[in-house]
């Protein structure tokens, strides 16, 4: 959750959007700081008073665990810690929701791809919109959906809010036509 520093009210976005972080990060490899631009989708409806963004931990390759993990997905979870002070630019993208035309809506998302989707669904559906809603989410098991209480509960408050999870490598504990609806990817 990312706050003002002065107070005022934050720049409005449209869901979808995304925000650009300049973070200063020990370089790895050389071990001098080094600046690293990152961008990370919005990932909540919008409100005055702050933003949100989720951040996935981003682990070394399976296939080389001795190579670096994620730097920037790494310096948010291991060094960002409330009040820390980030720099950040305004909302911005191309990417968002078209409110226009109250047409049925599509989303489809994978792995922490979700966060753009959080952001058109939270503000549809908290706005009280009466317009028809399907969420295709793509993982790989239970264990890596985000936000996965939010999303069912979303699910069976609204009933023009339809969720489909597919799950391309079920866990043991993943049972078919409760957790998800699909075994696969999403296709």
Not at 27 to 44: E, F, G, I
Not at 127 to 146: D, T
Request: hydrophobic letters at 35%; a neutral charge.
């Amino acid at each position: 959750y990312l706050v003002p520093t002065d107070g005022q009210p934050l720049p409005g976005f449209r869901p979808g959007q995304f925000l650009t972080f300049k973070l200063l990060i020990d370089d790895p490899l050389t071990h001098q700081p080094k600046n690293v631009v990152r961008c990370y989708s919005l990932s909540d409806r919008p409100r005055p008073d702050h933003y949100r963004v989720t951040v996935k931990r981003v682990p070394p390759p399976a296939d080389k665990p001795e190579a670096p993990p994620g730097l920037s997905s790494n310096f948010f979870h291991d060094h960002v810690q409330k009040n820390c002070r980030l720099l950040v630019k305004a909302p911005s993208g191309h990417f968002h929701l078209m409110e226009d035309k109250p047409l049925p809506l599509v989303l489809i998302g994978g792995g922490i791809g979700i966060t753009p989707m959080l952001s058109i669904l939270n503000t549809l559906l908290e706005n009280g919109s009466n317009r028809e809603v399907w969420l295709y989410y793509g993982i790989r098991n239970g264990a890596e959906q985000v936000m996965k209480e939010h999303l069912h509960l979303l699910d069976k408050a609204h009933a023009n809010f339809h969720l489909h999870l597919c799950y391309s490598n079920p866990g043991d504990n993943d049972v078919m036509g409760v957790d998800y609806q699909h075994k696969g990817r999403v296709d």
